[in-house]
C-alpha cells in the first residue's frame, strides 16, 4: 500500500520541575538552600530513513510523545533530560503546521533532521533564588511544557524522470521494459493508482530513479480524478517524459491529449512547465500509427519539444530515449521545492502573547502560558514567594495592564486557576 499523506499530532517532554531543598548535615544548623534544576524535556525529531518508502506506519499510530524531563534533586543536582523522540520518514516528506499551514521542514536526503516540536526548559531550584535578603527560598519553578502540534506529512516521490501522460497511454508498459519494477498493467483506466519507482541501469556510471506516476484527465488541477495525488509528485522530478499514444487507439487526438496534459500541469502550478520535457509518441508499432505519428511530430517539434517514436511494447526506440534523457539529467541540479524552510522557523518558541488581561464580570482574569508557569511556581503561602510573584508581573507589564482596565485594592485576579486579592 502506498500512502503519500498522514495527520499525527505530536509532544515534545515537559520540562521537570525545580525543587525547593536545603542542606542538612551534622554540626550545620542552617544550611543553605540546595534545590536542583529539572531537566529538559526531549525534543519530537524528524529523521530520514532512505530504507522507508511510504507513510504507512502513521495510518495505525497517529500520537507521539517524547519522555519529560526529570524533576531536580538536592544537593544542586539537575534532574536527568528526557530522551528524544525520533521519528523515521521517507525521503521527500514534507512536514506542515496543521493550524498555520507553515512548512516545517522539507526532508529530502538520507540522515537529514529537523525539531518539529521543542522540549520544555527544566524549572530552577530554589538555589537560584538565594540573595542576602533572601537567604531561605522556599520555593523553586515549575518546568516548562513541551510544544505539542497536529502535522500534515505529505511525501513527495523522489525521481530524476517523471512519466506524465493520459491514462492507458503506455507509461506502466515503458517503466516495466527499462527497470526492474513490476507495475499493474491492464487496458483500463487508472491501472495505475500509486506512484511506481524503477531504477533505470544504462551501464555501470549510468542510472536514475524514474516514476509512472497515475495518469491525468481534464480538471486534475482542480483535484478531479487523481488530479492532486498526480501533479504533487510530479513537482520533485528533474525531467519529464510525456508518454502520447500516437496510435490514437481508443478514438483520441494525439495533439489534444498532449496539449491537454501541458494545460493541466501550467494550470496546477508554473514551475510544472518550466520542468524538461521529452516526448515519446508510444505505440507505433500498431497498424495507423504512422500516419498520425508525422503529424504529430510536426505540431510538436515546432512547440520546440524533441519527439522520440517508440513501442515501449516490443522496446523499438526505448534505449534512445533513456540515454538522451540519461544526459538531460547530468547537465541538471537537484530539484528543491521549499527553499523559504529556514532552521529558525523549526525552531521557533510559540508566536503567542505571553500572557492576556480581561474583565470577566468582576474579575480580572489574566491568561497564557507564561503566567501559568509563574503560579503553578509560586508558594503562596510563602511570604518570600509572594514577593517573587509580585516584581515578576510587575516587571511583565501585567501590572500595568490591570490598572489600565480600572482595578483597585481587593479587586478579584484570577490566573491559572488560583484567585486572590490585588494589593497595590
Keep these: 500500500m502506498f500512502i503519500d499523506r498522514a495527520r499525527i499530532f505530536v509532544k515534545a517532554g515537559n520540562g ?59 544537593f544542586n543536582r539537575t534532574g536527568r533530560s528526557g ?36 522540549g520544555g526548559k527544566g524549572g530552577k531550584g530554589n538555589q537560584h533564588f538565594a540573595t542576602p535578603t533572601r537567604q531561605v527560598p522556599n520555593f523553586a519553578k515549575s518546568g516548562e511544557e513541551g510544544e505539542e502540534r497536529w502535522v500534515l506529512l505529505e511525501l513527495k516521490l523522489l525521481a530524476d524522470v517523471g512519466l506524465i501522460g493520459y491514462p492507458n497511454v503506455g507509461k506502466s508498459t515503458l517503466l516495466s521494459s527499462v527497470s526492474a519494477a513490476k507495475p499493474k498493467i491492464a487496458d483500463y483506466h487508472f491501472t495505475t493508482i500509486d506512484p511506481n519507482l524503477g531504477v533505470v541501469s544504462l ?37 519529464l517524459i510525456h508518454v502520447v499514444d500516437v496510435a490514437a487507439f481508443e478514438g483520441r487526438n494525439p495533439v489534444d491529449d498532449f496539449e491537454l496534459i501541458n494545460r493541466e500541469l501550467s494550470e496546477y502550478s508554473p ?3 518550466d520542468k524538461p520535457q521529452v516526448v515519446a509518441a508510444n505505440k507505433i508499432d ?26 515501449a511494447a516490443t522496446g523499438k526506440g526505448v534505449k534512445e530515449l533513456m540515454y538522451y534523457v540519461a544526459e538531460m539529467l547530468k547537465k541538471l541540479p537537484d530539484v528543491e521545492l521549499y527553499d523559504e524552510v529556514e532552521e529558525e522557523v523549526v525552531y521557533k518558541a510559540d508566536d503567542e502573547a505571553p500572557f492576556e488581561v480581561y474583565k470577566e464580570n468582576d474579575v480580572y482574569v489574566i491568561t497564557g502560558k507564561w503566567i501559568e508557569r ?15 510573584f509580585q ?3 510587575k516587571r511583565k507589564g501585567i501590572v500595568d495592564e490591570l490598572e489600565k482596565l480600572g482595578i483597585n485594592e481587593g479587586d478579584t485576579v484570577r490566573a491559572g486557576g488560583f484567585e486572590f486579592e490585588y494589593v497595590r
Design 271 to 273: 514551475m510544472l512547465m
Design 203 to 239: 551501464n555501470r556510471e549510468t542510472s536514475f530513479v524514474l516514476a509512472d506516476i497515475p495518469g491525468l484527465i481534464e480538471g486534475a488541477h482542480e483535484g478531479v480524478g487523481l488530479g492532486h495525488e498526480f501533479l504533487k509528485h510530479v513537482e520533485r522530478t528533474k525531467v
Design 16 to 74: 521537570g520541575n525545580g525543587i525547593v531543598s536545603f542542606r542538612r548535615e551534622k554540626y550545620i544548623a542552617a544550611g543553605g538552600p540546595n534545590g536542583g534544576d529539572g531537566g529538559k524535556g526531549g525534543d519530537v525529531v524528524f529523521l530520514v530513513d532512505e530504507n522507508l518508502s511510504t507513510l504507512i506506519d502513521f495510518k495505525y499510530k497517529k500520537h507521539y510523545k517524547a519522555e519529560s524531563g526529570r524533576d531536580g534533586e538536592p
Design 286 to 311: 500498431i497498424p495507423g500509427a504512422a500516419d498520425n505519428l508525422k503529424k504529430f511530430t510536426e505540431v510538436v517539434e515546432a512547440k520546440g519539444y524533441r519527439v522520440f517514436p517508440i513501442s
Design 374 to 388: 509563574l503560579v503553578a511556581s509560586t508558594n503562596f503561602a510563602s511570604y518570600e514567594s509572594l514577593q517573587y
Design 83 to 118: 530522551e528524544d523522540l525520533i521519528i523515521k520518514v521517507p525521503p521527500g516528506t514534507v512536514v506542515i503546521d496543521e493550524e498555520t499551514g507553515r512548512v516545517l521542514a522539507d526532508l529530502t536526503k538520507a540522515g537529514q533532521t529537523a525539531v518539529i516540536a521543542r
Design 391 to 393: 516584581r515578576a508581573i
